[in-house]
Nanobody, 120 residues
């Protein structure tokens, strides 16, 4: 069973920065894509950013000029660098890994989440 463990969340003032990490229990190169989602209280889970095995990244419009997703295949770790944080970025951030196999179909794996709170 794949395990994803997030870290790096916390309380930060508006305009500040945080870097989230997601450590995987297996070789992340085996995943078709990895990504970060977030869920704020009373809101639906939304995609923040994802990155393909080949390194192509996509971002939601609300973060694309402020966040950077990256992956370190040697360390089996996914990162999310978050700059210029705003109060509306406050949410639980969850790491996701997606893979598709002809025999088993699509599979999503999730971490437990890390809380990010942006407040003065």
């Amino acid at each position: 069973q794949v395990q994803l463990v997030e870290s790096g969340g916390g309380l930060v003032q508006p305009g500040g920065s945080l870097r989230l990490s997601c450590a995987a229990s297996e070789n992340i190169f085996s995943f078709d894509t990895m990504g970060w989602y977030r869920q704020a209280p009373g809101k639906q889970r939304e995609l923040v950013a994802h990155i393909t095995r080949g390194g192509i990244a996509e971002y939601s419009d609300s973060v694309k000029t402020r966040f950077t997703i990256s992956r370190d295949n040697a360390r089996n770790t996914l990162y999310l660098q978050m700059n210029s944080l705003k109060p509306e970025d406050t949410a639980v951030y969850l790491c996701n890994a997606y893979t598709f196999h002809i025999t088993t179909g699509p599979r999503h794996y999730w971490g437990q989440g890390t809380q990010v709170t942006v407040s003065s």
